[in-house]
């Protein structure tokens, strides 16, 4: 799963019932692979990426941010990033404490498997 604007990324898969189906598989041994937003929409819920990505291009979420919920923390892509940085910032700032977040650079990756959590890369 790629990224983009993660709010209408989960717009659009609940819109074609692709959100369904993608837990469905996971649950059933698939891998998932994904990047930016492709990553942040397997948490819970999407709300706190509202300082990174605009929430009102997916109107038919009508600000129901719940999202796949296949793991129980919330990641943060592009730390350090040229252009996003800030944006990381910000959310780490307000959401540290909050939820259980994990930031990450773009060389590094999460790998979950029996329910326990990696980081890995530089």
């Not at 999407?46 to 038919?60: G, L, R």
């Amino acid at each position: 799963m790629s990224g983009g604007n993660t709010f209408y990324l989960l717009q659009e898969l609940k819109r074609t019932g692709t959100d369904k189906l993608i837990i469905e598989h996971i649950k059933k041994g698939k891998i998932y692979v994904s990047t930016s937003a492709g990553s942040i929409i397997v948490s819970k819920n999407i709300e706190y990426v509202k300082f990174m990505d605009n929430p009102k291009v997916a109107p038919q979420l009508n600000n129901d941010f719940s999202s796949l919920g296949i793991i129980d923390f919330y990641i943060v892509p592009h730390k350090n990033h040229i252009f996003l940085n800030g944006m990381v910032k910000k959310i780490v700032k307000e959401y540290t404490g909050k939820i259980d977040l994990y930031s990450i650079n773009d060389k590094q990756a999460i790998i979950v498997k029996n329910n326990k959590m990696e980081i890995i890369g530089i």
